[in-house]
T-cell receptor, first 115, second 113 residues
Framework: NAGVMQNPRHLVRRRGQEARLRCSPMKGHSHVYWYRQLPEEGLKFMVYLQKENIIDESGMPKERFSAEFPKEGPSILRIQQVVRGDSAAYFC?????????????FGPGTRLTVT | KQEVTQIPAALSVPEGENLVLNCSFTDSAIYNLQWFRQDPGKGLTSLLLIQSSQREQTSGRLNASLDKSSGRSTLYIAASQPGDSATYLCAVVNNNAGNMLTFGGGTRLMVKP
């Protein structure tokens, strides 16, 4: 039973380019969460999605960032016109249920470097 | 706004010692608290999840306690081993805050052989 899959594991982008990060949840999980870990900082929640719905995006920067979880395929976190401050590790987690007692399982992360 | 603090930020112990990691949170209205392990450059591995109605959970050499009213949790590691070296994170899910986890800054543990 594969865990949460994220790709790519490492991504290098120049300033102004777009970054696309992919997350495939665990089998049977329909709830996906994205978190960001900036250098020397803790993990911060970004967005919570169910299939085809954004449930909570209170942690997403207002500009340049978007997320989707289509009916088919992985969840995508998209960062447009990247800047150096976007360099971070981006983690995806999934859960089977959406209730607050549902345990979240994390992927290995995508490490984004903006040059 | 919930804030989660972990003390100490770093800890170095000789192999075989029992140790305690601390986590405190400012808003006691939580649904659950989770302890994770993060190895350098890797993702998070869930260690223990304690529901708000529970006082403790145990898994092998790990024991986590929760005192919701005082906003504290501890992770006890018995007979530490070099393989326990990692960063340990605690995170809470708040009432009325959806399903998002609020994380502490972590404790970096080094167990010396």
């Amino acid at each position: 039973n594969a865990g949460v899959m994220q790709n790519p594991r490492h991504l290098v982008r120049r300033r102004g380019q777009e970054a696309r990060l992919r997350c495939s949840p665990m089998k049977g999980h329909s709830h996906v969460y994205w978190y960001r870990q900036l250098p020397e900082e803790g993990l911060k929640f970004m967005v919570y999605l169910q299939k085809e719905n954004i449930i909570d995006e209170s942690g997403m920067p207002k500009e340049r960032f978007s997320a989707e979880f289509p009916k088919e395929g992985p969840s995508i976190l998209r960062i447009q016109q990247v800047v150096r401050g976007d360099s971070a590790a981006y983690f995806c987690a999934s859960s089977q249920f959406g209730g607050t007692n549902s345990e979240q399982y994390f992927g290995p992360g995508t490490r984004l470097t903006v040059t | 706004k919930q804030e989660v603090t972990q003390i100490p930020a770093a800890l170095s112990v000789p192999e075989g010692e029992n140790l305690v990691l601390n986590c405190s949170f400012t808003d006691s209205a939580i649904y659950n608290l989770q302890w994770f392990r993060q190895d350098p450059g890797k993702g998070l591995t869930s260690l223990l999840l304690i529901q708000s109605s529970q006082r403790e959970q145990t898994s092998g050499r790990l024991n986590a306690s929760l005192d919701k009213s005082s906003g504290r949790s501890t992770l006890y590691i018995a007979a530490s081993q070099p393989g326990d070296s990692a960063t340990y994170l605690c995170a809470v899910v708040n009432n009325n805050a959806g399903n998002m986890l609020t994380f502490g800054g972590g404790t970096r543990l080094m167990v010396k052989p």
